[in-house]
């Protein structure tokens, strides 16, 4: 429990307070333009109306303030506390959908457009636009775009590969970057027609069009100069049609917000010249801010780090700071951004639209969280677990012939993953050996050692694997005195392959036979999820160990040999062979070699 008298001690001064549990979590972080009389509100007898205040400031144990001399400093700090600490009471993007946008790969020569797929974030790898709210809409606009603009739609390996243009050509589609019938100037010039062209610059690039026209016309290269022109009827038809439907012009962001209590739902509607192209939808639980907190920590996190700023984000709510947060995110831009909170007009409308979207989507939201507690009560009641499943982990092992042996916990909490707490292992003690359930009790030892000392138990864990392995875990839950967990372990049938039959069997402790779910049960389908993640993560962990076992070089293990010095011997020798083969002067006269790492390389030669 916090002191109250610890609060006169605060300063009176501006910046941010992190409050932290018994354990040292941060638990949550603000800024404030007084520190000590907006913490002293936390813990007033009145307090502000919030429902999770209380259960906040019971876990409160000390208070940290970082002073700052400007309300920007504020901004950024408190951020980057944020995504540094990720407490449990602030909003924090967790973004992991799949969204569809047009990207051109600036970083290559010859940038081309692509319809991409990305979780959360797009790279950093070239321009991202949208994201469309479709794959059709977003091929109908690259296909247009490569009607008008005669970029490349050839793959790298065609690109380096042909002697010859291909039909693009022909018709005009293509300038022949592949065989150099185009300068890098020229190509470029219509990369950057394209980009005005996505950022609702038509105008722009058709009077640079215009001017290109003219200047072919003067100097006679009336071939291109009717290239130019094509492209300015193709725009100019495109725009003529572009107009009616996108009245307002600016790209523009709405974000619509929706609460119950600690639970809320944020959408982001986006519209680019004045079209919605695509939404994006967020939800954050144990959440304490006050709206106007939540969104100022939303526009902070979500386009902070972005290249493709709108001219306009509409907001429902607004504190003083829009100044200070418009000048931070418009730093490195092309463009200012404008926050605010529109008042009549179209704006308004956009806005309403976000925040009935946000509604639908907590919903949406809510319908599936009863759905999955439904699944999980009934988990609960068919394999008499002594619990209620919240927290579920599952281990899966994997190896090939006993090599890079490895192992995965994944963690399912309420029904969703759980990345965060996700755990890969290295099987040691078990050595190389095939011995699958040696690794399962390494692991499973090694896991709740350490959780029942940090307190950090699951309800659930599933093993994957049959009647064998789930003795192993129970052997090492008894040896532990851990009798709060429930266990089970999930194995396919044997002998069952029938196409599209699912044969699945889940063994219980003491339970002489397994329980059989239909094939159609939810509580079969929840569990195979879980399991398939926990085989999917093994998997993958196991074969980036064995890539690196295939291309690591006995450089590596020789002692005194570090990266700069195994970089230079395989620079001037090509292999390690040939350095096994050279003499002894040869391997002197590399720059940083000296006696001791000649001795070791010869030692470990021999030894070999």
């Known amino acids: 429990m916090f002191d109250i008298a610890k609060l006169k001690e605060l300063p009176d001064k501006p910046g941010v307070y992190l409050m932290k549990n018994e354990r040292g979590t941060v ?26 205040i209380p ?60 319809v991409v797929r990305y979780r959360g974030r797009p790279k950093a790898d070239g321009l991202y636009f949208g994201p469309y709210t479709g794959a059709h809409a977003a091929r109908t606009t690259m296909d247009l775009l490569n009607k008008i603009f005669p970029l490349r739609q050839c793959s790298d390996r065609e690109l380096i590969s042909r002697s010859r243009p291909c ?12 065989v150099n019938f185009c300068t890098k100037e020229e190509y470029d010039l219509h990369v950057n027609h394209v980009i005005k062209f996505l950022r609702g610059k038509d105008k722009e690039v058709l009077a640079e069009l215009y001017r290109e026209m003219e200047e072919f016309s003067s100097k006679l290269l009336f071939e291109k100069a009717l290239q130019v022109s094509e492209m300015i009827a193709l725009i100019e038809k495109t725009v003529e049609k572009q107009h009616v439907d996108k009245p307002l012009g600016n790209d523009t962001d ?51 780090d972005t290249k493709e700023i709108p001219h306009e984000i509409l907001v429902p709510v607004f504190e003083e700071d829009s100044g200070k947060l418009e000048e931070i995110l418009s730093e490195n831009q092309a463009r200012t951004v404008k926050i605010f909170t529109p008042q009549r007009g179209e704006k308004v ?8 979207n946000a509604k639908g989507s907590f919903n949406k939201n809510r319908d599936q969280k009863a759905v999955v507690e439904r699944v999980l009560f009934e988990m609960q009641e068919k394999l008499k677990l ?7 982990e599952c281990f899966d092992n994997s190896n090939i012939s006993g090599s890079e042996p490895v192992a995965s916990m994944i963690v399912f909490t309420a029904g969703e993953k759980d990345p965060q707490r996700y755990r890969k292992y290295k099987i040691k003690t078990a050595g190389t050996s095939q011995d699958d359930y040696a690794a399962m009790y390494e692991v499973l030892s090694r896991r709740y050692t350490r959780a029942k000392i940090e307190n950090d138990l699951p309800d659930l864990v599933i093993i994957d694997g049959g009647k064998g392995h ?66 999917r993560t093994a998997i993958t962990f196991h074969k980036n ?59 470990y030669t021999k030894d070999d």
């Not at 007898?45 to 429902?51: L, Y």
């Not at 400031?57 to 208070?63: E, G, H, N, P, S």
């Not at 407490?87 to 940038?111: F, G, V």
């Not at 990266?563 to 720059?591: M, N, Y």
């Open 27 to 52: 638990l949550y972080v603000g800024k404030a333009k007084n520190l000590k009389l907006r913490v002293r509100q936390y813990f007033a007898k009145v307090g502000d109306g919030r429902s999770m």
């Open 55 to 114: 259960f906040l400031t019971a876990k409160v144990v000390d208070i940290e303030t970082i002073i700052v001399f400007s309300e920007k400093e504020a901004f950024l700090l408190e951020n980057t506390l944020i995504k540094k600490y990720k407490p449990k009471y602030n909003i924090l993007l967790k973004d992991d959908k799949t969204y569809i946008a047009l990207k051109i790969n600036t970083k290559h020569k010859w940038p081309m457009i692509q």
């Open 167 to 178: 039909i693009l050509y022909g018709m005009k589609r293509c300038i022949a970057p592949c």
């Open 254 to 304: 709405a974000i619509g917000l929706y609460r119950q209590g600690d639970e809320v739902s944020l959408c982001q509607l986006i519209f680019r010249s004045g079209t919605l192209s695509g939404s994006r939808n967020f939800k954050f639980d144990h959440v304490i801010q006050t709206d106007e907190e939540i969104i100022l920590s939303f526009l902070m996190q979500h386009y902070s």
């Open 349 to 356: 409308v956009m806005l309403e639209m976000a925040t009935e």
């Open 386 to 392: 002594k619990r209620y499943p919240e927290r579920i």
């Open 470 to 535: 789930l003795n192993i875990a129970v052997k090492v839950f008894a040896e532990l005195n851990i009798a709060s967990v429930d266990i089970i372990g999930l194995a396919k049938e044997a002998g069952r392959h029938d196409k599209g039959m699912t044969a699945e069997r889940v063994f219980l402790p003491e339970e002489k036979d397994p329980v059989i779910f239909p094939a159609n049960s939810g509580v079969l389908f929840m569990l195979q999820r879980i399991r398939d993640e926990a085989h």
């Open 545 to 603: 160990r064995r890539s690196k076992s295939v291309f690591k070089n006995p450089l590596d293990e020789i002692s005194g040999i570090g990266p700069v010095k195994k970089k230079a011997l395989l620079k001037h020798f090509g292999s390690f062979k040939k350095i096994q083969e050279a003499s002894e002067e040869e391997i002197l006269t590399v720059k940083g070699i000296n006696k001791a790492n000649v001795d070791a390389i010869r030692a």
